[in-house]
C-alpha cells in the first residue's frame, strides 16, 4: 500500500459546490490523520484577470490514495471537467485523478460542449 508525499487539487472555479462536500469526504475517510487539503495563496497568480481557480495542497507522509477515484466520484461538481487531483507517492508514481464526466454538446450546432458528471447527464439535474 502506497502513501502520498505531495498532494494538489485544482479546481478551475473557486465556488464549484464539490469543494467542500469533497474536503469532508476526505476528512471522513481518513480518521487516523485527519487529511486535509489547505488553500494556496495564488494571489500573485493574478495577470490581466484575477485567478479564479483553487489550488489546495498537503505535504505528508500519510494521505492515502486508494479510493481516490471513488471519493471524487462520491462528490457532484458544479464543473468537473476543471478539477485534478494529483498526488505524488512514496515510490515515485505521481497518480493524477479527475472526476468522472461526459462532454454534453448543445447550443447552436452543438458548438457549446460542457462536462457532466454521468448521473447528472442522465437525470437532466442541473444542480
Not at 15 to 24: A, R
Request: include cysteine; glycine fraction near 10%.
Amino acid at each position: 500500500m502506497s502513501y502520498t508525499t505531495d498532494v494538489l487539487l485544482y479546481v478551475g472555479w473557486s465556488g464549484d459546490k464539490g469543494l467542500q462536500p469533497f474536503l469532508e469526504a476526505l476528512m471522513a475517510n481518513d480518521t487516523r490523520y485527519g487529511a486535509t487539503l489547505l488553500p494556496l495563496d495564488t494571489e500573485a497568480a493574478n495577470g490581466p484577470r484575477s485567478f479564479g481557480g483553487s489550488v489546495l495542497a498537503q505535504g505528508g507522509n500519510h494521505f492515502p490514495t486508494w479510493d481516490m477515484q471513488k471519493l471524487l466520484d462520491s462528490v457532484r461538481w458544479s464543473c468537473p471537467g476543471d478539477v485534478v487531483l494529483i498526488c505524488a507517492t512514496e515510490d515515485k508514481i505521481t497518480e493524477v485523478f479527475r472526476p468522472t464526466f461526459v462532454e454534453e454538446y448543445g447550443g447552436h450546432w452543438n458548438a457549446e460542449v460542457r462536462a457532466v458528471q454521468p448521473a447528472v447527464a442522465e437525470t437532466g439535474d442541473t444542480r
